[in-house]
C-alpha cells in the first residue's frame, strides 16, 4: 500500500517571476541618473537611450503581475485539490 504525500501549501518567494522582478528592480536602481546612469545598466552594444531604468522599471513591474497572477492560480488550483474543509452529510 503506497502512501500519496501531501504537497506543502505554495508560498509566494519559491515563485521565479518574483526574483526576476527583484533583479530587474535593483538594476533599474542602479540605472537611476543620480547613481550609476544608463551607461551603467547598457548592455555592449546596445543602441544608446536615454531613461533605460525606465525600461527596467516597467519589466520589473510586468514581471510583479505575472508572479502575482501565477501565485494566484497556483494557490487556487492547490486549494481545489486540497480542500480544507471536508462536506457534512445531513
Known amino acids: ?3 500519496k504525500k501531501t504537497l506543502p501549501k505554495p508560498v509566494w518567494y519559491k515563485n521565479t517571476y ?5 533583479i530587474l528592480f535593483i538594476i ?19 543602441k544608446k537611450e536615454s531613461n533605460l531604468f525606465l525600461l527596467y522599471l516597467l519589466a520589473a513591474a510586468i514581471m510583479l503581475i ?4 501565477s501565485h494566484k492560480q497556483t494557490v487556487q488550483q ?13
Not at 28 to 46: E, K, N, V
Not at 66 to 69: D, E, I, P, R
Not at 84 to 90: G, I, L, V, Y
Open 18 to 22: 518574483f526574483w526576476i522582478a527583484g
Open 28 to 46: 533599474s536602481l542602479i540605472g537611476l541618473p543620480f547613481l550609476g546612469g544608463d551607461h551603467a545598466i547598457r548592455d555592449p552594444g546596445q
Open 78 to 90: 492547490y486549494e481545489e485539490e486540497h480542500p480544507t474543509e471536508t462536506p457534512t452529510e445531513p
Open 1 to 3: 500500500m503506497t502512501q
Open 66 to 69: 505575472n508572479g502575482y497572477v
